[in-house]
């Protein structure tokens, strides 16, 4: 069959050159023609004639005949080409139930027309009310009944916490006084019993609690729902105006003013994209505080972003031992209901399913993005196993690069939580460059933000969440210069991605950074991205 | 003409493939989204105009690789149509059979192919006369089906072949509608009842039996109606449901079938008739192209993405539902499924001009189609909107339409209408039309040269070339496209084969994409444009030694900076700061290169009226409008300042540009190395009067002796004559009004205007043109560097000194 593919066959023109001689030239065309060609076998036929030949115009009545030449031809080509696929179907050649199976699937799932209709699902329906909802009066109701909700949970994961303390505490006691008297009245075995009785008391407590937890939170989060969707039909039955998507709104209301700067700048060589830059220095979970902890409008630029088209992202830095989040921000997660999304727990579990599927077979991967191992991947990798495909280890995990995603309605700072492994040990500060997977992750994760409208990024500075003794303040400047510059080509790069523009990236510095490093730092966001000149007025009357 | 009145606008919408994880293109950039290269294809469409088929109007990139295509639309679909009017006369069947094979043929002439007709996509104006495809073109923009992820094509009407996998035969598209018609005689639908995957094994099935019409009509229980059918037309019929395609005949060849012959003479008769009969109350708008409609459409508010939203057919989703859980770092991700609103939804949207027609119906009908000629019916009605800024301008609908009207017109008539042309295009250019009126600014006359020129023998700048084209203004979706770079190719190795004399520089891409973005579906006119271009403002720029002619040109610009803007002359002179470090790009490339394509536009719309000297004062523009900034800034600071050239306001640029070019003159910018258009007056300053070494001591450039006659005569208010020589010589014979400061006099180490030994000289010389004249040419030189230190704006120096004056005739000298 691929003999078939292409068909050579020579073309030979024939004319009478400026003394009216004969003369031929040939050319070899190959079929299937792309029309776009033609001009250029024009030229080469032509450029084996005199170049008087041009002059005369011969190119128009060689074009003419070439193109009644490859017409015929490509005719007959495609003739051909049917006649014998179809020769060798009707001979059964071809697996004809495969042919059938693909062409229907290519139809079932590309075309609306043919596809099994689906509803939208039942998080879409919800998604839309809450976001209709929210642009409308009852925002404060609803702002109300979460704040109510999550004074609820967080009161009883204090209760809980204060009463595992005084157990704890009176446990502490118990066994103090038990040691004390020991090898007198008490022998080692009795305070083994002890500790074990201890142990299985102060299980009980939590796993009740837990479990009162748990149905207190599944319970406000039916409830809540209920409430949105019956408040949404009855507001379809008032005005059935629709609300613009999106909102352009600021999202940041910063905790604790800890450093921050702010630049404006324009990147691209003609065509000027702004953006903003914020460099800070904070504790990574204090973008990830709970929402309801305290009385502000935090939780109203949260939920007017959660459905719209300007979220907000942050990049917090993971080993890679399991899927597992940074314990603060796991707790702070849980300080209230998530009424939009699983629990987190719930979340990071599924994560960990999918990962073990991707380890024991591709299957369940994304259509479309097929694992190309493409060089970029496998040059970077810095492990022994420089295979990006994932390789039948026993124990599956993500590697240095790989990112998994958490989202959340209940954090202070961000709906989506980018957790990217990174497995530079602590206290030794390595030299990094710009092919690291961790950059090359960075990289993955501008690109997801832009695929899905994340327009306000979090990502850390130094690729560290806390200050060690070893990073030195060279090293520091060296690394942040990396990963500004790393950003900077990544931006400049997303205006071709056709997704969201990120609006603003912030450069998040561990909050135990020292003021004079931190000056240093922000000191270079300006020479590094290109800050945008202040428009001065003037008046050119003068 | 009749339907016309119905024909309107509609628009489609899918999403392009997305690219499969991280990967580059053989030239190590990242790939092309698709939805770039679909737009870049379906540009040749856009010319496509013929009565059979609907004309597509545009291609909307949208977010997230959604494309929209804007068309034409008329009347019913078959679909609609048959039901309505059920059971269609075999007659009428016969003339769409007709009309469809006319519109296939007119695309297989063009090389395409439909490959997804089917009764959605014919359409039939409401008196069921008229019959145009639609939606024909996707097969050919999303290259074979290449671009996008669904399949192109109803499959009922597929044929065996295409099943297969075989696309691009036009005879697939005789068997589709072999089978549409077949459909309507036998009144039937095809497989009603039958599930995808056995109407493929169907299709399938056909390709091993030989009488397919035949079965169809067993299968459909009409064997009688088979039977009974007209002899010819079963053959016909079957020829065309033949399954080789060999055996099936072309568009062409079905045209000639004597079943058409009746039907051809009666609908030319048929169309005779109507336009001598028929002038109906068509809406005069309708009558315009629909190009125009479409482009008013979109200035009164019309917006193709929000009419889609309110059908549905863009359906917003919350972005943050549909977020991967793992993304790996060789791009592989675990996501939700698809969600439904990414699948190909072939609904269309009519697009509604009630609005417009409305807007425009108050107009009179000379502003419809302008009387150039007579003068009894000006076509001016909008000089009070002249005065508005542009911007706004471009947005008015009214204004817009006129303006448009009026150059289509111009253009017809060019080059007869040159002059009025140029003079409209003084006040602006509708971006409608911006292509061809710069063409016709450039006096450029299509006489198919173009197609001469071998675009594609290698060269040795195919390398650069190569190299550059990627790099061209790729934030515009039509120069980063596929075509778009083949395109922009092929005018830059026609442009450097045409000119063996030059060599390609780099900057050439940037100063082609602009004419290539105005007619990408012209490609001679860009070309000639260019050709045109090049010599009128860069004479001698591209040749392999072009030293000389960037110095004298950056020269120059020194000059003329000091003499609108001696201070700040005085401060870049003092900070070495000079021209070579950062104005090299802005000439070469006349700014195509530091601008954005949408800036350069409005800054070439003015350019094109100017002569070879305005772009220095856009140069000076933009200096001034930069001026506080530089005055404070060092060499390092200016230095990253036209590193990354800040955001300038272009509008301001062009009018200060503009009144500086007209207030200057001429021989003020007089160029060795300019084109030259007249010949050299005695009193003009001669071709090599002035040499190199001259403009680099000089920092005041030299007027002639003819445009200090012209202003003494017409604004003398505007001259200010500072004469050098002593009170001797200007009492034996001096010009009138001029101010007497004899150069031994003056101590020119103070730099100050009271130091002189005249009263008020500052009023004096303040806001005219000062014109420093000895007969000691040493003697002005020092004197004009001495005023421009004084912050004297406007300074200049006699060419050849007071003796020239002597020349004039008749006399303008006068003696005490």
Redo the contacts between chains.
Sequence with gaps: MDSLATRTLPFVYKYKNHEGQDCESRLDVTFPFDQEDLESCVTQLISQMDPMMRILDENINLENELQTFVDTEQQNFMDDRAETLLNLAAKEEFDMEAIVRNTERLYKDELLQFADRLGPSDEDIFAQSFHRLVHSSSLEEILKRERTYAKVVSDMTDTMDNEVETLNHSQQQEMDSQINQLDITTTSEDINNLLAQQYTTQNYVRKRYESELEAMMGHQKNEYRNWITSQVSQMFQVSPVATPLGNRSSMFVSQQPSMEESFTIHLGSQLKHMHNIRILSANVTALCSPLHAEESLNGLNMALGLYSSSLCGVVVLTPSIQAQANKNIIKNANKSTEFHFEQIDVQLENIEKQILNLSTGDSNVCSGSTSSSSSSSAEGNSEGSATPSPTKKTKPRLKTGDFFITKHSNLSQSHVIFHLISDEPINSPSEINSRHPVILGLRNILKTASRHDITTLTIPALLRHEMSEDMTVQWCIRRAELVFKCAKGFMIESASWGGAELSTLQLLLPDDISESLFTTLAGMVPSVFHVANPKILVDTNK | MASKQESRLCALTFFA??H?????GSNGL?LT?N??AILGRAQKLKDLQDEHLCQYLDVI?G???RTIVVSEFMGLSLEDYAKRQHPLALGQILRIFYQVVRGIDVLSRH?LVAHNLEPKHILISRDGRQVKLFNYGLHHMTKGGCYV???IGN?RYMA??R????N????SDVWALALLVVELIFQIELWPKLK??NV??KI?AF??SNGVLEKIAREHQCYDRYTALDKELRQLLESCLH????KRP?PGELLKHPLFEAIASEMSKENELLESLEKDPVPLLMRCPLSQIYHLWQLAGGDVQAELKKEGLIR????????????????????PG???AQ????RVVPLRLQALLQRLSRLPANVYFPLLHSPRFPAQNARELQALPLVIREKDIEYQFQRVRLFTRLLQGHPHTAEQLQREALVDVPPLLRGPIWAALLEVVPNGSY??I????ATSTDRQIEVDIPRC????ELL?SPDGH?KLRRLLKAWVTAHPQYVYWQGLDSLTAPFLYLNFNNEELAFLSLFKFIPKYLQWFFLKDNSAVIKEYLSKFSQLTAFHEPLLAQHLASISFIPELFAIPWFLTMFS?????HKILHLWDKLMLGDSSYPLFIGIAILRQL???LLSSGFNECIL?FS?L??IVME?CVL?SQKMYEATPKSITHRQHALRLHTVHDLDIGVDDVELKHLQQEQCPRISAKDVLHLLLNNPSELALVDLRSIVEYGRVHVPHSINIPFATVQLGEQRLEALPVPQLEAQLRGRIVVCVSNIHQHSVEFSHFLVACGIPRTCILHKGFNVLHSIEPNILISN
């Design positions: 493939k997305l499969p994880g991280d990967v580059c990242p989204p939805s770039i990139r977010k997230h690789e090389h992820p669904f399949p499959i065996p072949e099943v297969l996998g075989l691009g035969n036009i005879k995808l995957s493929i094994r399938l390709g091993r399954v080789l395609p060999k072309l917003s989703e919350a972005p943050i539902l549909g977020l991967p859980q793992i993304v790996r770092l060789s791009g592989v991700s675990v996501c698809r969600s439904q699948l190909m939804d072939d197609w001469k071998d675009k594609y023998t203004h790729q934030y515009d980063s083949r290169h530091v601008f954005p394509l001026r506080s900034t300042l990354d800040p955001d301001g200060e």
